[in-house]
């Protein structure tokens, strides 16, 4: 029994290094997320790669805060261009430039509800 429960306490804190839950806020990524949505994002792979034209991730924004946007493409070195799906509500490198890989948490994998 003992032995189940150390098995179970090593698992979840794995599961805590490499996903995490997201809430979206706001509708810039309507109509795939809506603001609320929960996501689960997986913040192991960047170690290993780089992020891919099209995915959705969560980055730290440089006007503060977390938020979600898909990849468009690599500018430059270790670059990225993020926009949101509703680009009428969005605000994304059209307005702020390229996103450093080293601001990207991770991609979003799963959508909970």
């Known amino acids: 029994m003992l032995q189940m429960v150390a098995v179970g306490m090593v698992m979840a804190l794995v599961a805590l290094l ?3 839950p997201y809430r979206i806020h706001g509708p810039s990524m309507l109509p795939e ?8 994002v997986e ?10 034209r099209g995915e959705v991730v969560v980055f730290n924004s440089p006007l503060g ?3 979600v946007d898909r990849v468009i493409k690599e500018v430059e070195t270790q ?5 949101g799906d509703n ?3 969005s605000t994304d490198s059209r307005q702020f430039g390229p996103v450093a890989k080293s601001d990207i948490m991770g991609r979003v994998i799963w959508r909970v509800y």
């Not at 913040?43 to 891919?52: E, I, T, V």
């Not at 670059?79 to 926009?83: G, K, Q, R, T």
């Open 33 to 40: 997320f809506k603001s609320g949505s929960l996501v689960l």
């Open 79 to 83: 670059m990225y261009w993020v926009e």
């Open 18 to 20: 490499v996903v995490k």
């Open 43 to 52: 913040k192991l792979s960047y170690r290993f790669r780089n992020p891919a």
């Open 87 to 89: 680009a009428e509500e």
């Open 65 to 67: 805060g977390q938020q």
